[in-house]
């Protein structure tokens, strides 16, 4: 069965630029989702078909696809940002989410 | 605005059956894809089932194909998962997603419920 990969972490400081990975065979040729969720919160997609924000979502948000790995940039990053990023992709009629990174702003 | 409220959620015994529902409001129920996602605890996030917006398709998770059935009444606006045989491991909080995007397949998640918890548990 296809499988994301995402680091179970990444620490960034306050104002700086934060990169989240998710890796996958073959990613390129799939439009990947990132969701962001913060504890006690629903989901929330950030980025859509690699590199598209829904309306309402920071434009310091940002996403990319090259090979085999689709990274979730954040400009700027602020406090709030803090939370658990997750991507996902559809492998075929199934979908598909990478085991979640952990965004830390020290 | 687009709503998703789920319910049914509650503590079953391994091997029992649970329903879940998911009443919509806000938007054109009909035109939309519906899925459930889970989230155990201490784990990430885990989808679990789809019901295209036309009803005409329907697909699982390895990890509960067999056992859990999707499907939505219209009439009633609501989406629901019909859940058996359940195990230890079933254990979780089950959202309720709509797809972004109207009559389309394979989209993002634009909108989800606040979540259910089902615990299974001797």
């Known amino acids: 069965s296809y499988e994301l990969t995402q680091p179970p972490s990444v620490s960034v400081s306050p104002g700086q630029t934060a990169s989240i990975t998710c890796s996958g065979e073959r990613l390129g040729n799939k439009f990947a989702s990132w969701y962001q969720r913060k504890p006690g919160q629903s989901p929330v997609l950030v980025i859509y078909e690699d590199t598209k924000r829904p309306s309402g979502i920071p434009e310091r948000f940002s996403g990319s696809n090259s090979g085999n790995t689709v990274t979730l940039t954040i400009s700027g990053t602020q406090g709030m940002d803090e939370a658990d990023y997750y991507c996902q992709v559809w492998d075929t009629s199934t979908g598909i989410f990478g085991g979640g990174t952990k965004l830390t702003v020290l | 605005q687009v709503q998703l409220v789920e319910s049914g959620g509650g503590v079953v015994q391994p091997g029992k059956s649970l329903r879940l529902s998911c009443a919509a409001s806000g938007f054109s129920f009909t035109s939309y894809g519906m899925h459930w996602v889970r989230q155990a605890p201490g784990k990430g996030l885990e989808w679990v089932a789809v019901?295209?917006?036309?009803?005409?398709?329907?697909y699982y998770a390895d990890s509960v194909k067999g056992r859990f059935t999707i499907f939505r009444d219209n009439s009633k606006n609501t989406l629901y998962l019909q859940m058996n045989s359940l195990r230890v491991d079933d254990t979780a909080v089950y959202y309720c997603a709509r797809d972004r995007e109207e009559q389309l397949v394979r989209q993002p998640l634009g909108y989800w419920g606040l979540g259910t918890l089902v615990t299974v548990s001797s």
């Open positions: 019901i295209w917006y036309d009803g005409s398709n329907k």
